[in-house]
């Protein structure tokens, strides 16, 4: 079993501020992750003016969030150096649109990160595809049949990575689909994860255990800032939590006991918890022990409860008081 890779995915979380932006990473990076994710999103290309905006955009539209949010592909590069060379993990980010793959490009990363409402996007899976990138495909809108066609597109199976995902907010665990998972991996002979929209850590870590190789969750500094997606992120401390335990669970699924060999080492505690044979009540000289004449109690530094059978049917060669363990010498 290798590393899980697991990304913290800041979006536009970051309002357009190259400073907020780099707090992130550091605190994705400080909680342990791999990958540091951003999304790129040029209006022009991806939306017409009548496009509807979401729901939770309240205050601005769509195109005044992401004019107000983009970096240039020189900020980028800042932020790509920032992540890479000070804090050890990867850089990339999600296209919307053909010139959006281009810019990332220009800004040189190493992976795309094509998102669940891209996936029916042929000419930019296609793009991406020409550029012999890594590909992490998100599966969260797609239908077997839309998802079949994307992955067709893809023809270096080694360098694909497929994502079960539900693109509901918050997903309900019951909706998260790791059943899917499982079968996007049989269907596709490829690498699958896990992007979680869920709340919690429970969910990924059993995607991890399923055998999720890579494992996606919103991050943020808080909950209570703003975006389309910081009330369903991950804070700081529990995403630390969530890796610790997802690292936790691939050292438990990876390592190698040998059972004999453990339990020489657990001397004390089978000395504090395991049971010795005791004299249930007075048992006189010349008295043969009965059933009913043992008890089996703490510690276990006497004759071992398991070898009863050896003690019953023996006569009594020494006084034995009640509540009494019973030594080998006492008996005959």
């Given at each position: 079993?290798?590393?899980t890779y697991i990304i913290a995915e800041i979006g536009n979380t970051h309002e357009g501020s190259v400073g907020l932006a780099k707090q992130f990473i550091k605190a994705a990076a400080d909680c342990g992750v791999d990958a540091v994710k951003f999304q790129t999103h040029i209006f022009e290309a991806e939306s017409l003016p009548s496009a509807p905006n979401p729901s939770y955009f309240k205050d601005e539209t769509r195109k005044e969030y992401f004019e107000r949010t983009a970096f240039t592909i020189e900020q980028y590069k800042i932020l790509k150096d920032y992540a890479e060379n000070e804090c050890k993990v990867d850089f990339f980010s999600s296209p919307f649109s053909l010139e959006a793959v281009d810019f990332l490009m220009e800004v040189g990363v190493s992976t795309f990160k094509i998102p669940s409402g891209e996936v029916s996007n042929i000419p930019l899976l296609e793009h991406v595809a020409k550029t012999g990138k890594n590909v992490i495909l998100s599966s969260g809108?797609?239908?077997?049949?839309?998802l079949d066609r994307a992955v067709a597109v893809f023809k270096d199976k080694e360098k694909l990575t497929i994502l079960q995902c539900t693109s509901e907010y918050p997903c309900?665990?019951?909706?998260?689909?790791?059943n899917v998972m499982l079968e996007i991996k049989e269907r596709y002979q490829c690498k699958v994860g896990f992007s979680d929209h869920t709340l919690g850590i429970g969910v990924p870590l059993t995607a991890v255990v399923l055998g999720a190789t890579l494992v996606e969750k919103h991050f943020t500094l808080s909950k209570?800032?703003?975006?389309?997606?910081?009330?369903?992120?991950?804070?700081?401390?529990?995403?630390?939590?969530?890796?610790d335990n997802i690292r936790a669970a691939e050292l438990a699924i990876t390592s190698k006991i040998d059972k004999n060999e453990i339990v020489k080492e657990l001397g004390e505690m089978k000395f504090v918890f395991e049971k010795s044979i005791v004299s249930?009540?007075?048992l006189k000289a010349g008295h043969v022990i009965s059933e009913e004449d043992l008890v089996y109690k703490k510690p276990g530094d006497g004759i071992p409860a398991k070898d009863y059978k050896n003690?019953?049917?023996?006569?009594?060669?020494?006084?034995?008081?009640?509540?009494?363990k019973i030594e080998f010498s006492q008996i005959q």
């Open positions: 079993m290798k590393k809108m797609s239908s077997w049949e839309e309900k665990p019951e909706n998260a689909g790791l209570l800032m703003y975006g389309s997606d910081a009330k369903n992120s991950t804070e700081p401390k529990e995403f630390k939590h969530m890796v249930a009540r007075e003690v019953i049917g023996k006569k009594v060669i020494k006084n034995i008081a009640a509540n009494e």
